[in-house]
Structure formats: structure tokens, C-alpha cells
């Protein structure tokens, strides 16, 4: 957070002189002392999520990539005037025990095209799927093995 802190004043700066990365320090330094003490900010926690960075840009990347590929199965079903859309409510249970865990998969699933999360209540999930196809995808998706890595 220090790193950042610093990086974005002498940004927002637009130059490097002596005289404003001094300042630069001081004031991070000042920010970052006070969110620890104030705010309950805790270091272990950054560096934590730094050990974790590999993960999380790794689950990023496999969104992305169902984004994509969800996109254009929701546009053929879309275009195609013959394909009978079935949509339907589908209930699984998951093994994710963070709550860090189960928002990322709720919202995973919902940033996907053709799948909206419903309610999520401890264990249990409820996604709305716009097709048979987007439910098989759904119940065992590739966001929960993902997610579970990121937890433990």
C-alpha cells in the first residue's frame, strides 16, 4: 500500500525533483501509518493477496475467457429464430467456506452471459440459466476449483 500510495502522488505530480519524492515519502509514509492505526489495516493481509496475485489473475483470465465464449452462445440463441430458449432456475451447493469465496463465485457467475445468481445462502446457491447449456456449465463451473485454490 506504501508502494502505491507513492507511486500515485508522484503521478498525480507529473514530475520527479528531489524536493517532491522526499514529500512523496513523508506523506505516504504519514497515510500509511494512519491506516494502520485508524483504519484496522492490516499488512499481513497485502501480503498475503501479493502470494495470492498468480491466482486471482489466473481466475480473471478464465472469466474473461467464459465471458467471451458465453457472449456468443447468448447472441446464437438470440439470432437463431428456430432454437426454443428454456430457461431454468438451477440449486447446487458449493464447498467455498470464505465469504470472500462465495461473492467472487456469485458475481463470476453473474458477470457470465445467459446466468444471472439469484440468491446465494450459505452453501447454497440459486442461478437463474438462460438455456440447458448455460446449466451444465453452472452447477460445475471452473470459478468454483478456482476460487477454493484462492482460499486455502
Known sequence: MFVLLFVLWILFNGKITLEIC?????????????????????????????KKAGGILHFLLVLLRDIIKASFHVIGV???PKKEINPKLVFFYTDLT????RVGLANAITLT??????????????????DTASQSDVDDSQFMHLLKKLEG
Open 22 to 50: 522526499l514529500f512523496g515519502l513523508v506523506i505516504s509514509g504519514a497515510i500509511y501509518l494512519f491506516a494502520i492505526k485508524m483504519l484496522d489495516y492490516d499488512p499481513k493481509k497485502e501480503w498475503l493477496l501479493l
Open 78 to 80: 438470440i439470432l437463431s
Open 98 to 101: 470464505t465469504n470472500f469465496g
Open 113 to 130: 452471459p445467459g446466468t444471472i445468481t439469484v440468491f446465494c445462502e450459505h452453501e447454497l446457491f440459486c442461478v437463474h440459466a438462460l
